[in-house]
């Protein structure tokens, strides 16, 4: 019987190398292939250059910061408000802008409920007065005088302010106005430390100085001799 005759086993080839293509980085599998891997992630700087539109957001914003600060809540809100519709893309920007725009809303809202009496006006200017918001003082005064215009306590309170911002040709008329209602706010002038400003001028002194009467002897001496 004749033998089978055995065939040599074939000798393992060596992998081949695969090539990388530039910029590709190579690894080694386990069965000793290397295969192409995807290229890194390019390396991003760690504070990207900002958008146009970033710069034109913090300038409305900050058109809208100066607006509140004037007081001019209006305005504030309709600026402020145009930053979150019109740079919906600026994120980090508006929780800024939501800030201050609680700040108009609550004085609008504040606004709304404003004083409509008399009575109430002249409550709203004293505490104005007291809290040093002296433009809102004389808002609320002139809607006084406006409506009652010989109202010689809104007057008075109106040359207070005046006389607080430095106003103080519009305080001496407005003192003059009430002294020449009420007598009595003469002697008040002279003691308000609220009128302190305008000690120095010459017109105040001369609306808050005593009236005197003529002495009974002068006016004796004018009446007319009897026949004799």
Same mark, same amino acid.
């Given at each position: ?57 913090? +300038?409305? %914003?900050?058109?809208? =910061? !100066?607006?509140? #600060? *004037?007081?001019?809540?209006? $305005? &504030?809100?309709?600026? /402020? ?72 306590? +809104?007057? %008075?309170?109106?040359? =207070? !302010?005046?006389? #607080? *911002?430095?106003?103080?040709? $519009? &305080?001496?008329?407005? /003192? ?53």
């Amino acid at each position: 019987m004749a033998k089978q005759r055995l065939q040599p086993k074939s000798k393992p080839q060596p992998a081949k190398a695969v090539v990388a293509p530039s910029g590709v980085r190579p690894a080694a599998a386990s069965d000793g292939v290397v295969r192409p891997q995807p290229p890194a992630a390019p390396v991003r700087p760690s504070d990207p250059p900002r958008r146009t539109s970033y710069f034109e957001a913090v +300038a409305v %914003y900050e058109k809208g =910061v !100066a607006a509140l #600060q *004037r007081h001019d809540y209006d $305005q &504030a809100l309709e600026l /402020l408000q145009s930053v979150l519709r019109l740079y919906p893309e600026e994120k980090e920007l508006h929780e800024r802008v939501r800030l201050y725009l609680n700040i108009c809303e609550r004085h609008v809202t504040t606004r709304a409920a404003a004083p409509q009496t008399v009575e109430e006006r002249l409550y709203a200017s004293t505490l104005a007065i007291n809290g040093g918001k002296y433009d809102e003082a004389i808002s609320h005064l002139r809607l006084v005088r406006d409506e009652d215009p010989d109202n010689d306590h +809104a007057l %008075y309170m109106l040359a =207070v !302010a005046h006389a #607080q *911002r430095g106003e103080h040709a $519009q &305080a001496v008329a407005h /003192l003059e106005r009430s002294i020449a209602l009420n007598p009595e706010n003469r002697a008040l002038a002279r003691r308000d430390p609220d009128l302190e400003p305008l000690h120095d001028d010459e017109a105040y002194r001369s609306a808050v100085e005593p009236r005197r009467s003529v002495p009974d002897l002068d006016r004796r001496a004018l009446r007319p001799k009897s026949a004799r």
